[in-house]
């Protein structure tokens, strides 16, 4: 079937896209627009033209499959399509419904009228990929809404309903009912009144303080999008719209769209992008695969993980049922949900209703019995092989048949785990991120038993909760993890050398992380880190570290939770106070340790520690922990904080070039001699070849 359905109905034309699932503006499409409208302007009996897409959709933009490819440039481009429209003898009527977004929506700018039913989604979103609007967009919807609306909805990228144009010249009609009925018989009524070609081109846009405006705009914008170039340039397109011809405003918008295009932000942008929809994806499990029902949801501990966990599952509407050992811990969990909930109502984010219907999903029980109707029981208890042996032995023996078990274990064995029951095949690692209410990560940790069915009805679970879900094979701390011990392992030997905690900390987050690895460990609880290490001296004594952040821990300073860790804290409050007592404990270790601490640049704590990440991720591509390069990327865009505009550690290498950073790793290694900077044979491989991961 052609993707762009020609038909008549008396006098009028209708053109209807059909390119699913949102209509994208392929190649196909782009010519079959084209081709209809010929047919069109070349039939005496048709007086005016509707271009009409589905309920879902009348056009999403680009289409996504076509990126990088020929077919994305070549002729009829979008711009030539709105060209022919534009130019038309006939009228052309846009019939919009569902998403009318990105090059959607400058299409639907191009024809001459535009009716729309109540709900359809109106945005123009290309600043979420680093860009601006190529096709028009900057220059014709302010000449609709006004300079300041539509420069708004350019640098925000926001969806705004369809009604709230009402009275605007964006829409000349909406319709109640049937969409395509109500735009033939306005079709009708604008040829039998002999109504003009309307271009909004031709429109003037008259603003009286528009210099001013865009000059607190650009101060506004500025401060709050400084590492990314987008919106900056949307303001400077918008302000061409104004000030300019038309013609002239399209050249600015061209050329900043070229510029765009190029640059590393928008590259890391697209990236995420992609990345995004490849992490869904799963190489030997076919997107067809049934997935098992999902009706009610078991969770093993009332505590942090336990509670933020359950609540993404109230919040997609799905039943919880939490189970505790004790009646005290028990209540205490439900009160902090509930709390939670309340705050979201204080700050107007949740309705009395929609906390309510929450609330009134939750369940509690002291009773592993009571589990045996969850469809999914996740665990979030104590990070120990023998509590977790205990937990699944007790599953394996309430669940039914057909319940998927989840361990929400951030380093733990997930086969040994697996095999505390009778079935393995229903045993998966679910690992999310702390807060688990509001981080998007979660890692699904496939064990070499987990069902094809069981990966993807927890992908498909990910999805119904919002969460970015990235496929991990077992080994110790799956893809985040086992890459952060190697980050904060060289993050300890910069301070073994000379740096403090605060320069390392000050370098990576100026560099872009959202905190730095000390600042990041008192966090999380260097108690934590501190059983990592006496685990890893038994078993790896080859991995070196530096004994300093042990010292810290023998004082008793786990960070936050007690008050004083790398930093002190007061009562109440999260900001990180420089402690002189741990700059003296610093320089009490270097002496015993007859460490002379050098200068240590800026440049050369950002390069250590990020290529540490970079490292071990090519060491899990090669074992095939990970899938793809970018499924690393996801891991630290949406987990660990890693700067969004540089689109994760191995596109930030790539970007760098393999053969600089491998260069540099064999430079650590000849000065430390630690064996961990031989560059992965990946790595290594990749960059003889001049290639890249992604």
């Known amino acids: ?331 205490k969990g439900l009160g902090i949900i509930r709390k939670n909930y309340e705050g979201s109502l204080k700050k107007g984010k949740l309705t009395q209703e929609k906390l309510d219907q929450r609330m009134g999903l939750l369940s509690g029980t002291l009773s592993y019995d009571d589990l045996k109707d969850a469809d999914l029981i996740i665990e979030a208890v104590f990070e120990d092989m023998g509590v977790k042996e205990q937990v699944f032995k007790k599953l394996d023996a309430v669940a039914k048949p057909g319940a998927i078990l989840a361990s929400n274990t951030s380093t733990l064995d997930v086969n040994q785990i697996a095999g505390f029951t009778r079935r393995p095949q229903d045993v998966v690692g679910m690992h999310f991120f702390s807060p688990a209410n509001i981080m998007k990560l979660l890692e699904v940790v496939r064990g070499a038993a987990t069902a094809k069915d069981v990966l993807a009805t927890v992908m498909q679970v990910a999805k119904n909760i919002r969460k970015t879900a990235v496929v991990s094979g077992v080994c110790d701390g799956f893809i985040g993890n086992r890459m952060i011990e190697h980050y904060g392992r060289i993050a300890g030997f910069l301070v073994e050398e000379g740096a403090s905690p605060q320069q390392v900390d000050r370098a990576l987050e100026k560099w872009g992380m959202a905190m730095g690895p000390f600042r990041m460990s008192d966090l999380a609880g260097n108690d934590i880190g501190w059983a990592i290490r006496k685990r890893r001296y038994v078993d790896k004594p080859e991995v070196k570290y530096a004994k300093i952040a042990d010292t810290l821990c023998e004082q008793g300073r786990f960070g936050q939770k007690t008050g004083l860790g790398w930093y002190r804290y007061e009562a109440g409050k999260r900001d990180a106070i420089p402690d002189p007592v741990v700059d003296k404990m610093i320089e009490d270790y270097r002496k015993k340790k007859g460490i002379t601490p050098r200068k240590i640049a800026n440049e050369e704590i950002v390069e250590r520690c990020i290529y540490a990440l970079v490292n071990e991720a090519a060491r899990l591509l090669e074992e095939g922990i990970a899938q793809r390069a970018s499924d690393i990327d996801m891991v630290y865009l949406t987990g660990y904080g890693f700067p969004l505009y540089r689109g994760g550690p191995m596109l930030y290498a790539d970007q760098v070039g393999l053969y600089n950073v491998a260069r540099a790793m064999q430079g650590f290694k000849a000065v430390s001699g630690d064996a961990f900077w031989e560059p992965a044979p990946l790595l290594a491989k990749l960059a003889a070849e001049g290639k890249t991961f992604n």
């Open 1 to 331: 079937m052609t993707q762009a359905a020609y038909s008549t109905h008396g006098a009028v034309a209708v053109i209807a896209m059909n390119n699913p699932p949102v209509n994208g503006l392929g190649y196909e499409l782009r010519s079959g627009i084209i081709a209809s409208l010929d047919q069109a302007l070349a039939d005496a009996k048709v007086s005016a033209i509707v271009l009409i897409g589905t309920d879902k959709a009348f056009s999403g933009g680009a289409d996504i499959r076509e990126f990088n490819s020929p077919k994305a440039l070549a002729e009829p481009n979008l711009n030539t399509v709105i060209r022919a429209i534009e130019a038309s003898g006939k009228p052309v009527i846009s019939a919009v419904s569902g998403a009318c977004m990105g090059g959607g929506l400058e299409l639907a700018l191009g024809c001459h009228y535009r009716v729309a039913v109540a709900g359809a989604q109106i945005a123009l979103p290309e600043v979420k990929l680093g860009i601006l609007p190529g096709a028009g967009g900057t220059q014709r919807l302010p000449r609709l809404i006004g300079a300041e609306a539509a420069l708004n909805m350019i640098v925000s990228g926001a969806i705004v309903p369809s009604e709230q144009f009402k009275g605007t010249p964006l829409f000349d009609e909406f319709v109640d009912g049937d969409l395509q009925a109500g735009a033939l018989a306005f079709a009708e009524k604008v040829v039998k009144e002999k109504r003009p070609l309307k271009r909004v081109r031709d429109l003037k846009i008259d603003y009286a303080n528009a210099e001013a405006f865009f000059q607190f705009s650009r101060n506004m914008v500025g401060a709050v999008a400084k590492n990314f170039p987008a919106p900056l340039k949307c303001i400077d397109a918008v302000a061409a719209a104004v000030s300019m011809p038309f013609d002239e405003g399209m050249k600015v918008e061209r050329e900043a769209f070229v510029h765009l295009v190029q640059t590393p932000e928008s590259k890391a942008l697209r990236h995420a992008f992609f990345g995004e929809r490849a992490a869904s994806k799963i190489g030997d499990v076919p997107a067809d695969t049934p997935t098992r029902k999902i009706g009610k949801v078991g969770v093993i501990g009332a505590g942090t993980m336990g509670g933020g966990i359950s609540m993404n599952f109230l919040n997609a509407g799905i039943p919880v049922i939490i189970l505790e050992m004790k009646q005290e811990a028990l209540d």
